[in-house]
């Protein structure tokens, strides 16, 4: 889009503008900036578009994906009983949440969740990875 724009003496706004026939910028001028994308071997892309076209839209994202939270604290509860830990997860679950993602909670010291099953979980709900939260001096991954 930059090589159009310098081809065409315009900015690349301008260009942005041109080729989604926006009535802001003078037919004449859609037309001639056409033209030379079009001899320039421009096309337009379609990822690009509707990534944009979401941007611009603003709100919450549509869903994306699970995460997993996991609470790496000996005390089961801590996202709720600790006296700092639950106001990070929260902020973690208001982010994830305003970004279009969902968090599945799980504790790391879960006798019944070993690696491997872990594993497996987040395969079988297709979550590609996690936030580890709630490590303190007592906690520690080996």
């Not at 549509?62 to 106001?87: E, G, K, M, Y």
């Not at 279009?100 to 497996?120: C, E, K, S």
């Amino acid at each position: 889009m930059n090589d159009v724009a310098r081809e065409a003496g315009v900015s690349k706004n301008t260009v942005s503008l041109a080729l989604r026939n926006d009535p802001q910028i003078p037919e004449k001028t859609r037309v001639r900036i056409s033209k030379i994308a079009s001899g320039m071997g421009y096309r337009r892309n379609p990822v690009v578009g509707e990534l944009m076209a979401r941007l611009h839209a603003g709100g919450t994202q549509r869903f994306r994906s699970t995460l997993a939270l996991i609470n790496a604290n000996q005390d089961r509860n801590a996202f709720s009983n600790h006296p700092t830990i639950p106001v990070f997860v929260k902020g973690c679950r208001m982010r994830a949440a305003e970004l279009g993602y969902h968090l599945n909670v799980f504790w790391m010291h879960d006798p019944t969740m070993h690696a491997a099953r872990l594993i497996q979980v987040f395969r079988a709900r297709g979550i590609p990875g996690g936030i580890i939260a709630g490590l303190l001096k007592e906690n520690r991954i080996a």
